[in-house]
Each structure stands twice: as structure tokens, then as C-alpha cells.
């Protein structure tokens, strides 16, 4: 079967994942058709979407129809575009090239999921939350709050960590990324600033972005937080929102310290930020050890959380911790999206955190094995680079030296490796010399994936791929 072609892209959509895409040193045309590469090869725009007309495009951009045409005829010059009069213009890939949409349906080893597979209890967990359907056959399910019995456990879970939390103020979500959305959309107005993370977790700038947001990069090293440039970040843009994960950042691995946790917040407090805290990943530690929740330090932070790293993805249960207006707030704009999270699901997850203890026993060992069976191989067989040791996550943020990460995606793809461009965990094409490793696979997988890696690397490091890699783009 073929693919199902993508939706047309709108003038608006584009202009959002266009981003900040001028160039000092380049005419605006050239500018133009650089980012709308760069869009298709890291996944963000997929091969055969229909871009806008060119009239419509220059409209929203400010710019004449002439400087869209240019642009157009330069990418159509370089083979990333096909026109066809009466079906407007495609975006494609050039021969041998592949954007990252193209990757997820070829390769032999996947590396561009930061995911592990089941916590090898969850059998044991549905079968025991089967017994208690009986418990909820009279209910409706048509529940946008959750289940009373899954808020009370969780609330209890903050409550352990010294979080005072009630179930009115939690909302289960099918996962963190709709708990996002429906923060998002409760939250920021279209045109509000939102200070993010950068680099941050690929899917948030999506989210934000198709929200209206306007994204204020926050620089993370990998050894975490520079504080003072956040709080005077916050104090002079005064954005709405700020988007941060405090615990092992996806995709960094980096860290909030624990005497900059108060900072933060206070500097939000002053600026009027709300602080949304996603701590999808906070479960992951390896040798880090227990840090300061943000929501015990502020009334206002909102949380998000999810099981969807520890306990199984599949389950797709996230929630909100939010103060209790705002659970208003957001419960009034769930009701336009959806309707409640599988009962099933949120029983299993219940019982998950009843057993939340052992879950997390098991994945530190499971994360320490595989961290170090990465670390070991890129040692052997990546010694020009500078391996980063994360103290938790999922991942490792390799800077890849002189290496694009957008020609090795493409050389990686010969060798039968999908890996995800850096360029998609930043704005405006930063991080090309980056690469998130995710190491939750089989030592085996782990093992191939390198060994496929450094293939790649060394058919990107070619004099003949450098100077494809270098040459200008149209
Ligand atoms: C930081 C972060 N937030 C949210 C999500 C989405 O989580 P969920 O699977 O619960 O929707 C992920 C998944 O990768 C993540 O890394």
C-alpha cells in the first residue's frame, strides 16, 4: 500500500515552522528555500506536501510573489520541489536523499524513540485491573476529570514527595503531549511568549508553535541551567509561560541543580510566568538522586506528568497537576478535543502506582545497563567524540564534531539506521551538529545501531559527501 498523501501546508502553518529563518548573509530568497529544506530532511514538513501558492505565502510573509517564486524555482533547481500546473508545488527529496518521515518506513533499527518496551509486570497489572472492571460497569466513562481512584493515587504520589496536592487538581490525560496541548490551549493566547528549553523536547515546539506561541529559546548546556540568563531572560521578555523539564531535559539529559530550583521559580513569580514543569522524564534517574519537585516551591507551577516512560507508552496515561482554577480552565477546553482517558488504562495505571516503587526498581538497573553499554561502545568506536555521561534520562546529546547531523541521517539510512536530525530538537536549524542517542534498546540493537552509526559517519566524512554537504543549498 502507499503512503496516504500529507495534508497541504496553509501559508500560516509554514510561517510558524518556518521560524526565524532571514539571514544577514544570504538574499531572502535563498534564506527562504535553505529553511524549507532544512523542514522536509528533519521530518517537520513530509516529502510530497503541497506548499502554498506562491501569492499567498508572499502575502503572509511580507514579501513580493517574485522573492516566493525564486525561492520555489530554487528548490525545484536543487530537486526538492515538483510543480505541476493545476496541482500546485510538492516538496520531494532528490535521489538517494531522505527526510525523516521518509526513514520511519525503511530502516532495519530505529534510534529515533527515546522509549523503552513494557515493564515486564504490566500482563500481571491489566489482568488484575480486568478483575476490578465489575467495580466501574455502572459508570459512563464519559469523564474528562479521570478516574476519582487514579486522581487520589497520584495526588497521594505528590503528597510523598511533599507536593500537597488534592485529586480536584489533578486531570488525567491520554499522556503528557495532550496534557500539553490542553495546557497550551488553556493557558497562551496566539501572539504570548513562551520561553522554552533549547535544545527541547521535538514535539513541545509543535505543540506551542500550533498554539500561536511565540517561542523564547533558553540556551541548555549539557551540564543544565545557566539561571542568571534565565532570570533575566524572564525578567526583560516577560513571557506567559515557560516550557521547562527540571530532570533529565529531553533530549540533554541535563538537570535543574537543586539551589537553582527556588531561583526559577521566584524569577517566574516576578515575571508573571507561569511555569509549566513537565516531568514526563523525572522518573529516570540512574545515579542522580531525589531533587526538589518545582510545585513545592510555587501555588501556581503547573505539572505535567506521564507513565508513558516507565511503565509503558502503549498505556498513553499522562495527567496535570494544576492549581484548581486553572483545572477549570482546562477542563473546559478538553471538553472540545475529547471525552476521557480509557477506564481500563487508567485502573492499570493505578495499580502501577501502587507499585510504583518496584517499577522504578527495575527501570534504573534496566537504564544504568544500557546508558553504559552506549557509553562503552561510543568510546570504542566514536573516540573523536567527546561522550557526555547523563546521571539519568534516556538519552545521550552527542555533539558530533564537524558531522551535519542532517547528511548522516541520510548516510544512516543506507546502512538500515533511522536517526532523528539534532536541527528538530531546536528553532531555527541550531543543533545540526548534535545527535540524540536514545539508549532504551537491547544491547544487540545498541551494538548494530553504532556500528551502523559509524559507517554512516565515515561515508559523511568523505571528501566527495563533504562537499555535497557544504555546497550551498540552492
Ligand atoms: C519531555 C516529554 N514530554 C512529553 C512526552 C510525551 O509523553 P506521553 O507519551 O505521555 O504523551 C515525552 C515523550 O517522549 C517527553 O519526552
Not at 141 to 148: Q, T
Amino acid at each position: 500500500m502507499s503512503p496516504a498523501t500529507p495534508p497541504p501546508v496553509s501559508p500560516s502553518r509554514l510561517v510558524r515552522a518556518l521560524g526565524d529563518w532571514q539571514r544577514p548573509d544570504q538574499p531572502t530568497y535563498r534564506a527562504l528555500a535553505a529553511r524549507i529544506r532544512l523542514l522536509l530532511l528533519d521530518g517537520r514538513l513530509a516529502a510530497d506536501t503541497r506548499l502554498p501558492a506562491e501569492r499567498d505565502l508572499g502575502t503572509r510573509l511580507g514579501l513580493s510573489r517574485n522573492t516566493i517564486a525564486a525561492a520555489y524555482a530554487a528548490l525545484r533547481e536543487a530537486g526538492y520541489l515538483t510543480s505541476v500546473r493545476g496541482s500546485g508545488s510538492r516538496l520531494c527529496l532528490p535521489g538517494g536523499e531522505r527526510g525523516e518521515s521518509d526513514l520511519l518506513r525503511t530502516s532495519a533499527i530505529d534510534f529515533r524513540r527515546a522509549t523503552f518496551t513494557a515493564y515486564p509486570g504490566i500482563t500481571d497489572l491489566y489482568a488484575e485491573a480486568v478483575e476490578r472492571i465489575p467495580d466501574h460497569i455502572n459508570e459512563s466513562g464519559y469523564d474528562i476529570h479521570g478516574l476519582p481512584l487514579l486522581r487520589e493515587a497520584i495526588a497521594a504520589h505528590y503528597v510523598g514527595r511533599g507536593i500537597p496536592t488534592t485529586p480536584e487538581q489533578i486531570i488525567v490525560t491520554s499522556g503528557a503531549q495532550h496534557a500539553l496541548h490542553l495546557v497550551t490551549h488553556a493557558l497562551i493566547r496566539p501572539g504570548e511568549r513562551v520561553l522554552i528549553e533549547h535544545p527541547s523536547y521535538a514535539h513541545a515546539f509543535d505543540t506551542l508553535a500550533a498554539g500561536g506561541a511565540r517561542l523564547l529559546p533558553l540556551p541548555i548546556e549539557p551540564e543544565g541551567w545557566d539561571v542568571a540568563a534565565a532570570t533575566e531572560l524572564l525578567r526583560r521578555a516577560r513571557p506567559s509561560a515557560a516550557y521547562i523539564m527540571p530532570d533529565f531535559q529531553n533530549p540533554s539529559g541535563a538537570s535543574l541543580a537543586e539551589e537553582d530550583r527556588l531561583a526559577l521559580v521566584r524569577a517566574a513569580a516576578q515575571a508573571g510566568t507561569t511555569l509549566i514543569v513537565d516531568e514526563t522524564t523525572s522518573w529516570l534517574d540512574i545515579d542522580r538522586g531525589e531533587r526538589t519537585g518545582l510545585a513545592a516551591l510555587s501555588r501556581d507551577v503547573v505539572t505535567l506528568g506521564s507513565l508513558g516512560k516507565v511503565v509503558w507508552g502503549a498505556m498513553r496515561i499522562g495527567w496535570i497537576r494544576a492549581p484548581r482554577p486553572l483545572v477549570d480552565r482546562i477542563l473546559a477546553v478538553r471538553s472540545g478535543v475529547d471525552l476521557g482517558t480509557a477506564i481500563l488504562e487508567q485502573i492499570v495505571a493505578s495499580l502501577a502506582l501502587r507499585d510504583i516503587d518496584s517499577v522504578l526498581g527495575f527501570r534504573r538497573t534496566q537504564l544504568r545497563d544500557s546508558r553504559d553499554h552506549l557509553v562503552g561502545l561510543l568510546n570504542e568506536h566514536f573516540p573523536e567524540w567527546n561522550t557526555h555521561v547523563v546521571n539519568g534520562g534516556m538519552s545521550l546529546w552527542q555533539h558530533t564534531g564537524t558531522i551535519s547531523t542532517l547528511a548522516l541521517a541520510d548516510a544512516a539510512r543506507a546502512e538500515g539506521l533511522a536517526i532523528i536530525p539534532g536541527t528538530r530538537f531546536g528553532v531555527d536549524g541550531a543543533f545540526d551538529n548534535y545527535l540524540r542517542l536514545p539508549f532504551g534498546y537491547t544491547n544487540a540493537d545498541l551494538t548494530a545501531g553504532v556500528l551502523a552509526l559509524r559507517r554512516a559517519a565515515d561515508a559523511v566524512g568523505s571528501p566527495s559527501a563533504q562537499r555535497r554537504v557544504f555546497e550551498p543549498v540552492v
